[in-house]
T-cell receptor
Framework: DGGITQSPKYLFRKEGQNVTLSCEQN?????MYWYRQDPGQGLRLIYY???????QKGDIAEGYSVSREKKESFPLTVTSAQKNPTAFYLC???????????FGPGTRLTVL | AQSVTQPDIHITVSEGASLELRCNYS??????LFWYVQSPGQGLQLLLK??????LVQGIKGFEAEFKRSQSSFNLRKPSVHWSDAAEYFC???????????FGAGTRLAVHP
């Protein structure tokens, strides 16, 4: 079954801790994205990657970091520098950067 | 700045009634246009998209959308709503040559039996 998986579904973090959210796709897509969703707002782009070993900042990259060592994987680290990390995080992928984006099921991060 | 406006935050319709969700985008160039649907706690599912050609686009679950260049609009419609259509709907645009999807704030649809 082809698709995008995100883990974990729910994540709890203490203040001051870094956490890593997983995103994996088996669609053979080149481009991958991370979005943040807050209640009453649309999605905002954190980082994106068009190809392995390359990534670019989106609109709200401060306090986040990513890596793209494999085509299938694009993990997002939420660092302690992120002031308000509690949100719903969505990963997406597309064949290339300007193609239709397909989304994973999301990870809800709560800072305690 | 490029932006997408969904004027209706919440809409309530009766089951079986028709539905129209509004979407307007800024900026002059014609973008790629998308509608996504999100059930609570879930990811986004693509309903339909417009890249070029026929301005009336058919999607999944009986939805359609019409691109009107003169109004910079891409409204989503369904002739008869089902209770399972209750969800949040997002309009998004992508300008040619750019990776970024720009989302509206979403419209939450409630369906009364």
């Amino acid at each position: 079954d082809g698709g995008i998986t995100q883990s974990p579904k729910y994540l709890f973090r203490k203040e001051g801790q870094n956490v890593t959210l997983s995103c994996e796709q088996n669609l053979n897509h080149d481009a991958m994205y991370w979005y943040r969703q807050d209640p009453g707002q649309g999605l905002r782009l954190i980082y994106y990657s068009q190809i392995v070993n390359d990534f670019q900042k989106g609109d709200i990259a401060e306090g986040y970091s990513v890596s793209r060592e494999k085509k299938e994987s694009f993990p997002l680290t939420v660092t302690s520098a992120q002031k308000n990390p509690t949100a719903f995080y969505l990963c997406a992928s597309s064949y290339e950067g300007t193609d239709t984006q397909y989304f994973g099921p999301g990870t809800r991060l709560t800072v305690l | 700045a490029q932006s997408v406006t969904q004027p209706d935050i919440h809409i309530t319709v009766s089951e079986g009634a028709s539905l129209e969700l509004r979407c307007n985008y800024s900026y002059g160039a014609t973008p790629y246009l998308f509608w996504y649907v999100q059930s609570p706690g879930q990811g986004l599912q693509l309903l339909l998209k417009y890249f070029s050609g026929d301005t009336l686009v058919q999607g999944i679950k009986g939805f359609e959308a019409e691109f009107k260049r003169s109004q910079s609009s891409f409204n989503l419609r369904k002739p008869s709503v089902h209770w399972s259509d209750a969800a949040e709907y997002f309009c998004a645009v992508q300008y040619r040559g750019y990776n970024k999807l720009i989302f509206g704030a979403g419209t939450r649809l409630a369906v009364h039996p």
